[in-house]
């Protein structure tokens, strides 16, 4: 049966329907490499999902710019056999013909060769596939082992791949980016992109320590020259895989050993303990282990320090901690005398404060640098510093506005610790194995006092106990770790999976003597085992984070965000949420997290004028706290999953959104009444949505509710001339009068057509969403 004749304008949208399908959902798995020296250009690796229709490369800050090469589906199925057929072909005919050079044999016929290639079917056109003819034994084997390693399980997320050519700047600004590629459908993820300023390198299969199974084989290869330090190698493990690489270093030299794995990638949603586990080792020339490191302190990034006894060849050595693999297992490692900063006294300073601090490590050439303290109070801040001995890796601090000072030691007992006034804050360090800090104020009976440390979040290693004591030495209050979690999403900073900081809140009973007692709970210590330790009264504060990072929004249209209020000493008040400096005509809706919430979805507009390109939105909140307006600046953060289980916020640097032309033969569509919608309690209420221009032939609108609270559900819906209509119900048992929230509503349009078997089939072209609804649950 032939398809029914259509209007040209509903064929192309139905051709266009399954694409539009995909928007927002572009996800890149992994970017190999991660990175590049500045003044170079060079081929990156995109992995992903739903990358289809590539167009440009987004990369934040100055001076790094990409280009779209190709992409490539997944070589699967019969495609993938027809590969593995003609490789197979040709490595006979390459070894035949290595026999024949040896004297073993005839040279073979290369018309022999065609006729048998000219049986099997055509090879698809896919970059793994072309060119096959001019590789060399070597090559095809290689090639080979790549497609067909029988370790390697299929992963959907990472089965597309999209090539590109990027360039780096000779002045680009060296540290973090971070990568997205925009599609004809969607924006995908950020990913971290480095610039670097050491030389680059990237591995060359086979390149493990294991006997060789084909050493004839092994003896076309070309073996690589030592590297030269310092050097930046990028790799990737796959299954089983060991990374060996050679090097030669001069006697005396400090080497430091610098993996970055995790950092790249920071949690892999399907694997256990939810990322690549590096770990690194250095070998003398006859392959003698000398220097071993799976991590530095509790970071999963090894850092290794060697000092060279002898100057010769040596060999780095980089796998997984339980020999897993796969594509998105990408490493970039450092090697030489660079600068490392391995401690750093105090942790921050007070707001315009200039704060002298001192930093302790290897190759730095200086022992105290000065922090910007002009800058936001109660946030978090990261620096990065070059130096002439190379880029330093980025230290975090944190600004505060309360008066400050160090400890003084000895303060390890009662009579010898140190005397502080509230608020304060102090600043001190678990100086080495089995020390203890205390600090004695005077308080009042029915006082509130908060003792918070700041120490894991500043990448110190302490994992503090604090324990609240009166002038008896009687505990009254203690805490270890203080997590905060809704259900399995960790509100913590994103990265951290041990949540070491201490926080208690406790109301004192009588006037008197109190202490505060801060130790390291697995007795350790040293220089690096730095801490900032905030004494006061509660203040109620609260920190905003936005997801997605990455957002899609065709003109006139709108889109949803999540707003994640992470709330504070006691700060349960309404905020409200807008747009910080927003592009003419783009608007916020629904911008209101009501008392005591911790996340609530809101949409972002823009105006029908909006032209097609990439823009960064900032969104900030705002409330009242004792009787004055406190701003935060919301942070841009990425949901991401941790072992098929834990999700954490995972802080990005800005927030994106690329903006694509309306498509003005869809109709808008416009919600027809008054804000807020007002639901009974076990009733329901009728919310009207006007239809503004034409509905394509053919097409029939549906809409529906996107992650509705508990107890909220649509009951009905109908349409009439230019109007629908959606019956929204709310369930007496799960909302109570005065609960208050917002309705996103997804819009489709669907066009059902009849194929060739004369069955209907049902297209669907997503519109977005509709503004976000505010409704309020009633009394009937």
């Given amino acids: 049966m032939r398809m029914p004749r259509l209007s040209a304008i509903v064929a192309a949208i139905l051709c266009a329907a399954a694409a539009w399908g995909q928007r927002g959902d572009a996800h890149i798995g992994y970017v190999y490499p991660a990175g590049g020296q500045q003044g170079t250009t060079f081929a990156v690796t995109i992995g992903g999902q739903n990358l289809r229709g590539p167009e440009q490369v987004l990369v934040s800050g100055e001076g790094v710019s990409g280009e779209v090469v190709e992409w490539a589906p997944p070589l699967r199925g019969n495609n993938r056999g027809i590969v593995a057929r003609h490789i197979r072909e040709l490595i006979r005919f390459r070894m035949a013909e290595l026999a024949a050079q040896n004297g073993r044999g005839e040279a073979p016929d290369a018309d022999e060769l065609a006729a048998r290639r000219a049986k099997l079917e055509e090879l698809p056109d896919h970059p793994l596939a072309r060119g096959l003819d001019e590789l060399s034994l070597v090559e095809l084997t290689d090639r080979s082992r790549m497609l067909f390693n029988p370790k390697e399980q299929e992963n959907s997320q990472l089965a597309e791949t999209v090539y590109l050519e990027v360039t780096i700047a000779p002045d680009a600004p060296p540290g973090d980016r971070e990568l997205r590629l925009a599609t004809k459908w969607g924006l995908s993820n950020p990913m971290v992109f480095q610039v670097g300023l050491l030389p680059e390198t990237r591995e060359r299969e086979p390149n493990d320590p294991a006997p060789s199974r084909n050493p004839r084989l092994d003896g076309l290869r070309e073996k690589p020259d030592p590297l030269q330090l310092p050097v930046l190698i990028n790799g990737q493990i796959m299954p089983g895989d060991v990374d060996r690489f050679r090097f030669i270093a001069e006697e005396g030299d400090r080497l430091v050993v610098q993996a970055q794995a995790r950092h790249l990638v920071p949690y892999l949603a399907d694997a256990v303990p939810g990322w690549f586990q590096a770990t690194v080792a250095l070998f003398d020339a006859q392959g003698r282990e000398l220097a071993f490191q799976d991590e530095y302190l509790f970071n999963p990034d090894p850092v290794l320090y060697y000092e060279v006894p002898a100057g010769g060849e040596y060999q780095l050595e980089i796998r997984d901690a339980i020999y897993r693999g796969r594509q998105d297992f990408v490493y970039r490692v450092s090697v030489g005398e660079l600068p490392f900063i391995a401690s750093m006294f105090p942790l921050g300073g007070q707001v315009g404060v200039p704060t002298r601090v001192s930093v302790g490590g290897w190759h730095l050439p200086a022992q105290e640098v000065t922090l910007d303290t002009e800058v936001e109070a109660g946030r978090i801040h990261r620096v990065q510093w070059e130096c002439s001995t190379g880029l330093c890796n980025p230290v975090l601090y944190m600004v505060d506005d309360l008066p400050e000072c160090d400890e003084a030691e000895p303060n390890d007992t009662a009579n010898d610790a140190g005397q502080v006034a509230l608020p304060q804050v102090v600043n001190g360090r678990i100086d080495e194995p089995g020390d203890v800090d205390m600090f004695s104020f005077e308080g009042h009976g029915g006082q509130t006092v908060v003792a918070e440390v700041f120490g894991r979040r500043l990448n110190s290693p302490i994992d503090s106990l604090v324990r609240l004591m009166d ?5 009254l209050a203690w805490n ?50 730095g801490y900032r330790l905030r004494l006061s009264p509660p203040q109620p504060d609260f920190a905003l984070r936005v997801t997605p990072p990455s957002l899609v929004l065709e ?27 927003p592009p003419a005509g783009f608007t916020i809706e629904g911008g209101h997290i009501p008392e005591g919430r911790g996340c609530v979805r809101m949409t972002v507009t823009a105006p029908k004028s909006a032209g097609a390109g990439a823009i960064a939105l900032e969104f900030a909140g705002h409330a009242e706290i004792n009787g004055e307006t406190v701003s935060r600046v919301a942070t841009p953060a990425e949901n991401q999953m941790q072992a098929f289980l834990w999700r954490h916020l995972v802080p ?66 109908s349409q009439t001339e230019g109007e629908l209509s959606l019956v929204i119900e709310a369930s007496e048992s799960a909302l109570e009068p005065g609960y208050v929230d917002n309705l996103i509503v997804d819009i489709e349009v669907a066009f059902e057509r009849e194929g060739e078997d004369g069955k209907l089939r049902t297209w669907k072209a997503p519109l977005g969403v509709l503004q976000a609804v505010p409704f309020e649950i009633v009394a009937q």
């Fill in 471 to 475: 002038a008896s030495g009687r505990v």
């Fill in 555 to 581: 003109a006139g249209r709108s889109a949803a965000l999540s707003v994640h209020a992470r709330r504070s000493q006691g700060f349960e008040g309404p905020i409200d949420v807008t747009l910080v400096d």
């Fill in 480 to 529: 270890d770790d203080y997590m905060e979690k809704d259900g399995h999403l960790h509100m913590g900073p994103g990265l951290l999976t041990h949540y070491a900081d201490s926080y208690l809140l406790a109301e004192l009973p009588t006037d008197g003597t109190y202490r505060i007692e801060l130790s390291d709970t697995q007795g350790q210590g040293g220089e690096a085992w």
């Fill in 652 to 717: 990005a640097e800005e927030l994106v959104a690329t903006v694509r032309g309306a498509r003005r033969w869809m109709p808008s569509f416009e919600v027809a009444c008054e804000p807020p919608l007002l639901i009974p309690s076990g009733g329901t209420a009728e919310l009207p949505v006007r239809i503004a221009g034409n509905m394509p032939e053919k097409a029939t609108p549906h809409l529906s509710l996107s992650r509705p609270p508990d107890g909220i559900s649509l009951k009905e819906f």
